[in-house]
């Protein structure tokens, strides 16, 4: 079990990351839940397209981190909370589960506070605090 507490840690970092499944007219919101779907999905080409730039290399190392577990999101739901110029503070409830060997291990989405960008009319997922 030792050998996979850095791949569980690793998972609850990226469940904070990613919590995009309630409904929103929230453009801010809805990018971060689509993220985060993205994410749960395994989608690479979805993650990397509702990512800015400078974050879409770590997106896919997050993508990277939950190939061996299965995983869903429960509960997803983000609103804006703040902008800042061009970024909006995005948070998040809910949870990724993440499923290895029949153990979940959950991710509270609540833990990160998602940056948005607008870019060429499209909100952008630019890391997280």
């Known amino acids: 079990m030792r050998k996979f507490a ?22 801010a919101a809805k990018a971060v839940e689509d993220y985060l779907t993205a994410l749960v999905n395994k989608d690479s ?11 879409e290399s770590n997106a896919l190392l997050e993508l990277d981190s939950l190939q061996a577990v299965a995983t869903r999101l429960e509960n997803m739901a983000c609103t804006s909370a703040s902008a800042d ?5 995005v948070n998040c409830q809910g ?14 989405l609540s833990a990160r506070t998602y940056q948005v ?7 952008l997922v630019c890391g997280y605090k």
């Open 6 to 27: 850095p791949i569980v840690l690793l998972m609850c970092i990226v469940v904070l990351l990613f919590s995009a499944c309630g409904k929103t007219t929230d453009p």
């Open 45 to 55: 080409n979805a993650l990397s397209s509702l990512s800015c730039a400078d974050w």
């Open 85 to 89: 110029g061009a970024t909006t503070q």
């Open 95 to 108: 949870k990724i589960l993440a499923t290895y060997n029949g153990e979940d291990q959950q991710l509270d």
């Open 117 to 123: 960008v607008q870019q060429g009319g499209n909100y």
